[in-house]
């Protein structure tokens, strides 16, 4: 991956969607990236799902997609965590390499979610020193959930934008 941020850089953060998570929080977690905007017309995203496109169980897989954010009614909005100094194709290589098959990273006897793969994700890239983090995973939790309810705050008085953004 690029090494220096005066090269190509990516934005990474934590899209929340409603009602779309079989797990135990309330929003479903994607990561989403994109070179200058998360508004953009074209986003990537990177999830862990377990249903089909009708919406029947499967087993746990990735799936990366490029489209818009803004528009989805289940969007809350985006968790900003950091601008990585890597390309789209170089994350498109590091995430593919973090499915659940593989079996090296502990889920707290939970089985997995979007949220744990999100985390899972977020630390990887900080153990390649690409995204310093001054959280925990708890502290991480807890900060994403208490900002998605204050974007959805924000979305109910009509204060937020097409795709509302917080910083973590």
Not at 11 to 39: C, E, F, N, R
Not at 126 to 141: A, H, K, N, W, Y
Not at 142 to 162: H, P
Request: glycine share 8%; proline share 6%.
């Amino acid at each position: 991956m690029a090494a220096e941020c005066d090269g190509p850089s990516m934005l990474v953060g934590i899209a929340l969607h409603k009602g779309m998570d079989m797990g135990a929080t309330a929003y479903h977690w994607t990561l989403a990236m994109h070179p200058q905007s998360y508004d953009a017309p074209i986003v990537r995203t990177y999830e862990l799902i377990n249903r089909d496109d009708e919406g029947r169980p499967t087993a746990w897989k990735t799936r990366f997609s490029q489209r818009p954010l803004y528009g989805s009614t289940k969007l809350v909005g985006v968790v900003h965590v950091a601008r990585v100094p890597a390309t789209e194709d170089d994350l498109d290589e590091f995430f593919s390499a973090f499915g659940p098959e593989r079996d090296d990273y502990p889920t707290g006897g939970r089985g997995w979610t979007s949220v744990g793969w999100v985390m899972r994700c977020i630390r990887y890239l900080e153990m390649s020193g690409l995204v310093p983090l001054r959280f925990t995973d708890e502290e991480i939790f807890v900060r994403v959930l208490q900002l998605g309810v204050l974007m959805e705050e924000k979305r109910s008085r009509g204060e937020s934008s097409a795709v509302p953004r917080m910083n973590l």
